[in-house]
């Protein structure tokens, strides 16, 4: 694991301090607040001065104001366990249902700011290209002071940018997702994407056999002759079985031939959160005949091949566990996970695919990081 630069010891320092952390905070949030506030209020025009508020293209569609189709009104999800690390994170990750999935088509489109969403005429963002407008508050393209000039693209399109956008677990769960939708648009239509493509994009979209219709951008505002709106198929996080089945039946196909191994412990790079006894347990794990794998090391085709392969994983909670999608039902898996950092992403998807998936909380430090006593894990190591 890397050494903690000078800013993240700061930082990692400052967050012992609870109380002043949060101010601090704050108190920053507010200082950028409050020109954004200014320019909302004095706004002229599209370019100068954020959003002012939001419209629904779900409300539009339902009521025939515009064309599109709503796929799917609700999801049926499996309830969590007493105990579950779902109840224990304590996000909502199982209640945010229903989710309609749907597409709408909007001529003379005008998207706007870093996630580029859909604004109307009288200066409103479609609020569920924002995740709704809780979550739409806090998006960058509802709170931008000044736009570049439009940039005019004809033709049909469609976008995979969001605020969700980056990452490993976000590309699978929140953006390619939505191209499930691609079929009910025409043929001609291109998908803009953020330049520069990620490796696991372009491997992805090269899978999917959409590579050659791929737009990279950098534009924070353009006008779209024709654009395909195709709604985000769930809240991000949260336990959403029309996605993973989506990316199972896609994907699944596509790995590799490689020999992998029936048991793996998954080691994690980086400066912030980890185990700080990582190469201990690695070495314990490889005794035992395990192996001890950076997926990040491995193309797609052979992560897919890997942990489809497996029989026993076990790793920190953080992005390589996406990789669970392609796990077969039964596959144990244990998620060690810090005290100040419960997330319960990984234990909807695997409720999603039928996984034996069990969890460990572990006292953690300001930086999540923590310590884990082989013994706390000895009946996993077999």
Known sequence: MGELTLKQRFLSRLRSFSGLYSFLREFWRWLVKVPVELARACGIGFRFGAATGFFSALREL???????????????LTAPSVGSLIQKADMNQNGLQPWPIFWSRHHQARLVGSSLALMNSSKRLMEESVY????GLQDPSYNYLMLPKAEFLPGAWTSLISFWYEEYYHWFTDVVTRLSLLREFPEETRILMRRPL??????????????????E????????EDY???????????????????LRREFLPHGSAACTPKCFFIKRRGKTRGIINQEELAES??????????PEDLSLADQIAYFHNAELIVGEHGAAFTNLLWCRPGCRVLELCADNFLNGCYEGMALC??????????KANSANRFYVAKKAIKNYII
Not at 198 to 212: A, C, F, I, K
Not at 217 to 224: A, F, I, K, Y
Not at 285 to 294: C, E, V
Request: glycine share 10%; charged share 25%.
């Open 228 to 246: 395909y709106f195709s709604s985000p198929v769930g809240m991000t996080g949260c336990t959403n079985p029309y996605a993973v089945q989506w």
């Open 285 to 294: 794990f490889l005794s035992k005949g395990w192996a001890a794998i950076y």
């Open 353 to 362: 695919i039928g996984l034996r998936h069990e969890y460990k909380v572990f």
């Open 217 to 224: 951008t950098t534009s924070r505002h353009l006008l779209l």
């Open 132 to 135: 709704g407008e809780k979550f």
């Open 198 to 215: 990620r490796s696991y994009q372009r491997e992805s979209l090269r899978m999917l056999g959409l590579l050659d219709r791929v737009v």
């Open 62 to 76: 339902r009521s025939g104001e515009c064309e599109g189709r709503i796929l799917l009104e609700s999801q049926k």
